[in-house]
């Protein structure tokens, strides 16, 4: 089945603990994204990759790291520098079209919480 | 930058009762528009989406949107919502031409609970 998976569906981080977070779709997009989702404010945009080797900070981008080194994969590294990580975090996927009148993909989401 | 407002933060509804939920985003040029729905347990799923053409444009699942230029709106309807409806929505945006980043701007969400 083609799709995006995120794993793992829950994690937990000790005080002072770097987590990372998978993404990887098998959809062949070239444009991959990291949101926050945090009860009552929407979708936040972390990071985004438009393309291999590259990615801009997204809104939210302070005590978050990613690396864009194969297509299918865009993992999200939550670091201690990150106060309050407690959220839901959603990966999603674009393909590349012309002027930008294409559809994300989501995956299921990965539930992060500090212990 | 855009924004996206979404008035309505919970909505309960009957089984049958009408829906509308709103949507207003603040963005000076051409636009894509969508709405997203999020089923509980369930992945962030395309409702419906407008690009151009017909501002009516109809979804799965028994969902319209209608866009509204002057009014900067692409309110969310149904006839008849069912106990199947609950869940989250999210309204979301992006300009067009794509300004490089094409990531979507999305409204804070709505809850919508629809009892038996």
């Known amino acids: 089945d083609g799709g995006i998976t995120q794993s793992p569906k829950y994690l937990f981080r000790k005080e002072g603990q770097n987590v990372t977070l998978s993404c990887e779709q098998n959809?062949?997009?070239?444009?991959m994204y990291w949101y926050r989702q945090d009860p009552g404010q929407g979708l936040r945009l972390i990071y985004y990759?438009?393309?291999?080797?590259?990615?801009q900070k997204g809104d939210i981008a302070e005590g978050y790291s990613v690396s864009r080194e194969k297509k299918e994969s865009f993992p999200l590294t939550v670091t201690s520098a990150q106060k309050n990580p407690t959220a839901f975090y959603l990966c999603?996927?674009?393909?590349?079209?012309?002027?930008?009148?294409?559809?994300?993909?989501f995956g299921a989401g990965t539930r992060l919480s500090v212990l | 930058a855009q924004s996206v407002s979404q008035h309505n933060h919970h909505v309960i509804l009957s089984e049958a009762a009408s829906l509308e939920l709103g949507c207003n985003y603040s963005?000076?040029?051409?636009?894509?528009l969508f709405w997203y729905v999020q089923y509980p347990g369930q992945h962030l799923q395309l409702l419906l989406k407008?690009?151009?053409?017909?501002?009516l444009v109809k979804g799965i699942k028994g969902f319209e949107a209608e866009f509204i230029k002057s009014k900067f709106s692409f309110n969310l309807r149904k006839p008849s919502v069912q106990w199947s409806d609950t869940a989250e929505y999210f309204c979301?945006?992006?300009?067009?031409?794509?300004?490089?980043?094409?990531?979507?701007?999305f409204g804070s969400g709505t809850r919508l609970q629809v009892q038996p």
């Open positions: 999603a996927s674009r393909p590349r079209t012309s002027g930008g009148r294409d559809i994300q993909y």
């Open positions: 959809l062949n997009h070239d444009a």
């Open positions: 990759s438009q393309i291999v080797n590259d990615f």
């Open positions: 963005y000076g040029g051409t636009v894509n």
């Open positions: 407008y690009f151009s053409g017909d501002p």
């Open positions: 979301a945006v992006n300009p067009y031409p794509d300004t490089g980043r094409r990531a979507l701007t």
